[in-house]
């Protein structure tokens, strides 16, 4: 039956219990255990019932309960208690408060720009490591007291909800969220909603703005479900990465032009200063730089002065290695959202994604190539996935070696306080006074002083909440699937005494949900082994419009579904949060064999790994840096193969060697009293070793003193009149560029010679209307490879320079040669000026002519 009318009826609380209401509206709660238990005492059947969503609870709890509870001094003594420790939370001088008393370079605020957001379940806006790196991102810079402002998108079903059919098909749901239920608040002046305005394609579309609070951090959604829009454009927001192509560059003009426009009403409303840093976390955001340049050009700056005033405080992060997953669009479509956005050129806005670069498509617009032009400073997400970037977006810098390509990395990390098991959190906790010294609260060596029974025994209790979760989810998909025969088997499927085995991610093709089913017969011994057993859990979603990814699942659940496999390999439907929270302390081994190198990073492991279990994965993403004996094993990546199918038969074998050699012997290698003496050892290890590394705290710190400091100073030391003298020196250097030449390049001595000795080198280099301020010329030396081409190269500036008339100049120096080996040495001029963040910024190089 449909209603007719949507009520909000709101639960009224004893004015003892009022302070519940602030506790549930702020996102802290949902990292803070003290506070969940305060929710759960109210009525722990409810708590269960509710889905632990404070709001709910609170929505549906018994008035009468609430009567007792008002009355019952312990229990306000608690909720007083909570208030108060949030108050405390949320004005402390934490680290960044530090950091800016001795930096002032650091910003007053940064607007942190994603699509999607994983903060908690009862704000369901992710689709997987993207979103929960986001949502991490935001409670790590709550905790470290960053002044950061989160800007999203509210979709109404948000990401879908998965299911199966009887034949292990993945179904999609999409359940309508009502804000008005969750913890969200809707930005209002004198009484009304507040509302921006975009252009779309020549209409108008509206927007409101809802606000979530991460703790200390305000996260705006903008939700273009209202009345003013036309039905059709009320379902912008409808869901994430829901519709095509049009549908998406609808969401993200929103999410990047209305974002900047959010921003700046909620900071109007709230008083809070304006960001001077905004990081667009993957290209989904990157239209943020053009509403800044339009602000800039308001103010009556010029197109190119606009854009030098943004790209200073713009960050730009890239996620994937997968051609295939970045973010481009019809270059007509962008065309014609973009032909009236005045006074922004047209062709200038067409340009900055153009993929004018050898093997790019003159068709396309490519919102990552618009992120590295409108952000001064770029990343990517792992040590190798930098590497990986600069190699796959060399051709924005012609004539740079690919070292020089200016895309760095900070690697991903996961916001422990959410993902550690609240019991293992308990024991890494710093005596009383200690936390204030370790800056993200926690000894990651305490296990090291943990006799192993307590250990073991701790491990043994994760399992079994992983089993008792398993379970129920199990029981209610097959009754959901209507599989013939009974149910009573789901009581005997999974063992908390045996070896555990996790393997949760979305369904993308790289990431090889199936290869563990290449031999299913050596699968199912190592499953059903008489005396040492190991089972599996697995979970993940498959975007709706992936059939390959939906294949994958369905062989997956497939096997499961075998009565000789169901006891003990369990394919758990709709991989969320709350799943993934007992997921990765229940697991003893976290698998990940991606095809290398596509995995840009990877979190799931790096969260079994804080909760001590083991990983055992190809050597990509993040575990390509960080990998250690002490803490896993590495499965060789055979990249060296180039049949696909032979590669993954390689990878496969090894797989289950190790597992079967390694993995097996050392979990059921069990002392006298039953305790793995050895699997302890990987426990503390793996906690030791990797906890303080793997930490989102961590990586805000390195985006606060690597990126967003330098972002802020860049941003704040150039003001219009000098941004137009950049401007028009770069457009200088560009005109006068062609003419610049390398005529003549030569270096003392012969072909051989010693290290360490002195070469003179000398150059005649042409250029033409350029004077040698604008420009440095360079001794370029590296390794050479078979082909004579330069590796590994090291660029010196030359000291001397002569006039030899006719724009042309002789340029000297004498160099020490530092290494040994065969050696090559070759000129190069590229442009110079203070403000360039590196030499490679503008993509101009000049080599001699051969
Ligand atoms: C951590 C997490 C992911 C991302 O895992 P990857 O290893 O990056 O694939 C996806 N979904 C959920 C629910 C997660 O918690």
Known sequence: MRALRRLNVHPVLPEALSPLATLAR???????????????????????????????????????????????????????????DLAEYLSADLWFQRHAAENPAAPAAIGYFSAEFGVSDVLPQYSGGLGILAGDHLKAASDLGVPIVGVGLLYRHGYFRQSLDAGGWQQERYPLLDPSAMPLTLLTADGSPVTVEVPLH???????????????VPLLMLDSDIEANSETDRHVTDRLYGGGADHRLAQEVLLGIGGVRALRAWCRVSGHPAPEVYHANEGHAGFLGLERIREQMAAGHDFDSALELTRTGNVFTTHTPVPAGI????????????????????????????????????????????????????????????????????????????????????????????????????????????????????????????????????????????????RQRLSASVRQRGLPGGTEWISRALDPGVLTLGFARRGASYKRL???????????????????????????????????????????????????????????????????????????????????????????????????????????????????????????????????????????????????????????????????????????????????????????????????DPAAVAARGLDGEQAEALAAWKRRVRAGWPQVKVLHAESSGGQSVEVGRPLSFTAQVHL?????????????????????????????????????????????????????????FTVRVVPSHPRLSVAAELGLATLPDH
């Open 327 to 470: 973010d481009r669009f019809d270059r007509a479509m962008v065309e014609s959202q973009f032909a009236d956005f005045a006074p922004l050129p047209l062709e200038r806005v067409l340009a900055l994604g153009a993929e004018d670069y050898e093997g790019g498509d003159p068709s396309r617009f490519n919102m990552a190539v618009m992120g590295f032009r409108l952000g001064q400073r770029a990343n990517g997400v792992s040590r190798l996935h930098g590497e990986v970037s600069r190699e796959m977006f060399s051709g924005l810098w012609p004539g740079f070696d690919t070292t020089e390509v200016p895309i760095g990395s900070i690697t991903n990390g996961v916001h422990h306080p959410t993902w550690v098991h609240p019991a293992l959190l308990k024991l890494l906790e710093l005596p009383a006074g200690e936390e204030e010294m370790a800056p993200d609260g926690y000894d990651w060596d305490a296990l090291q002083h943990v006799d192993a029974d307590t250990i073991w025994t701790m491990k043994r209790r994760m399992r079994a909440d992983l089993v008792t979760m398993a």
């Open 514 to 708: 199936t290869l563990m089913l290449r031999d299913p017969e050596r699968l199912i011994r190592l499953l059903n082994h008489p005396t040492t057993p190991i089972q599996i859990v697995v979970a993940g979603k498959a975007h709706p419009a992936d059939d390959t990814g939906k294949s994958l699942i369905q062989q997956m659940v497939r096997f499961a579904d075998r009565e000789d496999v169901r006891e003990r390999l369990v394919f758990l439907p709709d991989y969320d949060i709350s799943m993934a929270r007992l997921l990765y302390p229940g697991c003893d081994v976290w698998m990940n064999n991606p095809l290398r190198p596509f995995e840009a990073c990877g979190t799931s492991g790096m969260k079994a790994a804080l909760n001590g279990a083991a990983n055992l994965s190809i050597r990509d993403g993040w575990w390509d840096e960080w990998s250690d004996p002490r803490c896993g094993w590495d499965i060789p990546s055979a990249e060296s193969i180039a049949d696909p199918d032979q590669r993954d038969a390689a990878e496969a074998e090894t797989l289950y060697s190790i597992i079967e050699n390694q993995v097996v012997p050392r979990f059921y290698d069990r002392d006298v009293n039953g305790v793995p003496q050895g699997w302890v050892r990987l426990i503390r290890d793996t906690i030791s070793v990797l906890g303080p590394k793997v930490l989102a705290s961590r990586m805000v710190r390195d985006y606060v003193t690597g990126l967003y």
């Open 202 to 216: 020549g209409r108008t579309l509206q927007a409101q703005i809802w606000v979530a609070q991460v703790g200390r």
């Open 26 to 84: 702020n996102l802290r709660w949902s990292w803070h255990t003290e506070t969940q238990e305060l929710f759960r005492s109210v009525d722990p059947q409810l708590w269960e019932a509710a889905g632990h969503d404070p709001l709910r609870l609170l929505a549906q709890v018994d008035p009468a309960r609430l009567q007792v509870l008002a009355e019952d001094r312990r229990f306000v003594r608690q909720v007083s208690l909570r208030e108060a």
């Open 768 to 824: 033409g209307e350029l004077s040698p301020e604008d420009v440095e010329v360079q001794v370029v030396t590296g390794d050479l490879d078979g082909d004579d081409e330069l590796r590994n190269i090291t660029s010196r500036a030359f000291t001397s320079c002569s006039d030899l008339g006719d724009g042309t100049w002789r340029y000297a120096a004498e160099l020490p040669v530092r290494q040994t080996g065969s050696r090559g």
